[in-house]
């Protein structure tokens, strides 16, 4: 089992949809999480962070962790054409560096 | 200028053949990391950097080796370069204080024949 799961997609939504990708880790020792955005033929870049169970707001994104249920997951409100990427969750396993999942592609159409 | 620069961005090499990649950074941060690629299997870690005197292997070591010349460089080896090497490889570097914030290069895609 990989520590930190994704749903590859493609999770497709309409322009100005709520896009919602999950994420689910293994390690409950892991205490931080991390969404970070890929387009296609760029590196990752960091959108999000989360620490605490809850939620994190920050513009149209909003990170939500559950640390019970081992769950992170990102919502991307009024989704544009441009949020249109692969989306990778991290999470800090304890062992100096990131664990990565294999990330999630999302479509929004137009 | 780019803050994180990897060098070759592409390269064609054969099977046996010894290969470095290049990283540098100007943002003054002390940890360096290096990922690959593949389809499907996201971001995996193969070396990580605390400092130059800190060398750490990651997940997925096996067939790679690192060198730390300076806080700013941190260069990938592939001593015998093998087919299922081929991927895209990134360097990142992140700061003490922002441990997580990982800032990454533009990436080097790598073919081994």
């Known amino acids: 089992q990989k520590e930190v799961e994704q749903n590859s997609g493609p999770l497709s939504v309409p322009e100005g949809a709520i896009a919602s990708l999950n994420c689910t880790y293994s390690?409950?020792?892991?205490?931080?999480f991390f969404w970070y955005r890929q387009y296609s033929g760029k590196s990752p870049e960091l959108i999000m962070f989360?620490?605490?169970?809850g939620d994190k707001e920050d513009g149209r994104f909003t990170a939500q962790l559950n640390k019970a249920s081992q769950y992170v997951s990102l919502l991307i409100r009024d989704s544009q054409p441009s949020d249109s990427a692969t989306y990778l969750c991290?999470?800090?396993?304890?062992?100096?560096?990131?664990?990565f999942g294999s990330g999630t592609r999302l479509q929004v159409q137009p | 200028d780019a803050d994180v620069t990897q060098t070759p961005r592409n390269r064609i090499t054969k099977t046996g053949k010894r290969i470095m990649l290049e990283c540098s950074q100007t943002?003054?941060?002390?940890?360096m990391y290096w990922y690959r690629q593949d389809p499907g299997l996201g971001l995996r870690l193969i070396y990580y950097?605390?400092?130059?005197?800190?060398?750490n292997k990651g997940e997925i070591s096996d067939g790679y080796s690192v060198s730390r010349q300076a806080q700013a460089k941190f260069s990938l080896s592939l001593e015998s370069a093998i087919p299922n090497q081929t991927a895209l490889y990134f360097c990142?570097?992140?700061?003490?204080?922002?441990?997580?914030?990982?800032?990454f290069g533009p990436g080097t895609r790598l073919t081994v024949t």
């Open positions: 390690d409950r020792g892991s205490q931080s």
């Open positions: 989360i620490y605490s169970n």
């Open positions: 943002k003054g941060h002390d940890r």
């Open positions: 990142a570097t992140s700061s003490g204080q922002d441990a997580y914030e990982q800032y």
């Open positions: 950097s605390f400092d130059v005197k800190d060398i």
């Open positions: 991290a999470a800090d396993t304890g062992r100096r560096a990131l664990t």
